[in-house]
């Protein structure tokens, strides 16, 4: 008895002297991402994923992308080939940052793949050259690995991406086309007012589709420059001539244009070209943007065909009635009002024909 006495507290006593090893953490075989099985993935898009269920695993975690493979398996390099891509540095202010130089000082230019991963929430993150990927409509395998205290594993079909057809380049929300007239007071008023509002869709899709139905017409000219935007602001009369470029100006204290938000402003014979080196453009997202002609006689105003046209075969529609002969009506300029959204870069060109004018 004695014996076990001994025996028993002889192996408590090594008992207390082995020390349990610590544990080093947990990595879960059954982390995922979050939202749905199948991202949708728009040419030409930025955006993000869900961010990554972790499942207790041991924080913080680590996340590379390892492999983004095609459906025979092999791995896709598209996804991992690096293009150049601006960020704000500093805050844009387009009072005081009216040149070229002023505005890059104030970005920085990196070179990204389009399709990266956060690497403390295992967010997926594309950028706008994902317009650079090829085979919309092939789906795409992600892997990712992980990495914790615990160790690190490899995650496969993380994430599959289903590319898609290419994103809007540019978002039309609105625009004015209008004739004002002057008197010899200058006094205006409106005659001429075609205005296609945020919600009538079918014009927005006539604009999208250039069918001609419409006096605007927004579309690109080529791809360069490759980052940023250069804009050809071009007002043509009924005959399809164009105003002199000089006289293109904001409308009136008190509003903004395209110009205020751009730099390198040239006059052409095409019409007036601006620039900027960062899409999206403008940078303020919800600019309305207020541009005038230059004021002219009614010597190169039809002014019997707008009445007919305007006021009697309702061809387009107007803001106010004719004024008065006493009013004393004896000049004009024409005014685009617009909110578009440049998203993709390379040469743009907005295009507006106002009818009833020869110049």
Wanted: hydrophobic share 35%; net charge neutral.
């Amino acid at each position: 008895m004695k014996k076990n006495i001994v025996y028993s507290v002889l192996m408590l006593a090594l008992a207390g002297c082995y020390k349990v090893p610590e544990q080093k953490g947990f990595l879960s075989n059954d982390l995922y991402l979050k939202g749905t099985d199948t991202i949708n993935l728009a040419l030409g898009s930025k955006g993000n994923s869900n961010v990554a269920w972790l499942d207790g695993s041991s924080e913080p975690c680590l996340f590379t992308l390892e492999n983004i493979r095609d459906k025979n398996g092999n791995r896709s390099e598209q996804f991992f080939t690096k293009y150049p891509y601006n960020t704000w540095i500093k805050p844009y202010d387009n009072k005081t940052d009216t040149t070229m130089a002023l505005v890059k000082a104030k970005i920085s230019t990196t070179e990204l793949p389009p399709v990266s991963i956060n690497p403390v929430n295992g967010m997926l993150q594309f950028l706008e050259t994902t317009s650079n990927l090829k085979q919309p409509g092939d789906v795409y395998h992600v892997d990712v690995k992980v990495k914790n205290s615990y160790g690190e594993k490899i995650y496969k079909d993380y994430a599959k991406l289903k590319l898609t057809s290419e994103s809007q380049p540019f978002i039309f929300y609105n625009a004015v086309v209008a004739i004002i007239l002057v008197n010899g007071g200058g006094a205006t008023t409106f005659t001429l007012y075609d205005n296609i509002t945020d919600n009538d869709l079918q014009r927005h899709q006539n604009i999208y589709e250039r069918n001609g139905k419409e006096l605007l017409d927004v579309y690109k000219l080529s791809d360069e420059p490759s980052t940023g935007i250069k804009l050809l602001i071009q007002y043509k009369d009924a005959d399809g001539k164009v105003f002199p470029a000089q006289d293109y100006r904001t409308y009136s204290t008190g509003t903004e244009s395209y110009f205020d938000y751009a730099v390198n402003r040239q006059n052409t014979a095409e019409g007036a070209m601006i620039e900027f080196p960062m899409t999206p453009w403008p940078t303020r997202q919800d600019l309305l943007s207020y541009l005038k002609g230059g004021t002219m006689g009614f010597d190169k105003l039809d002014t019997a065909a707008l009445h007919q046209g305007v006021y009697y075969d309702k061809k387009y529609p107007f803001l106010n009635p004719w004024p008065a002969d006493s009013w004393g009506a004896s000049k004009w300029f024409i005014r685009l009002r617009s909110k578009i959204l440049f998203k993709e870069s390379g040469t743009w060109v907005i295009s507006c024909k106002f009818p009833y004018t020869h110049i």
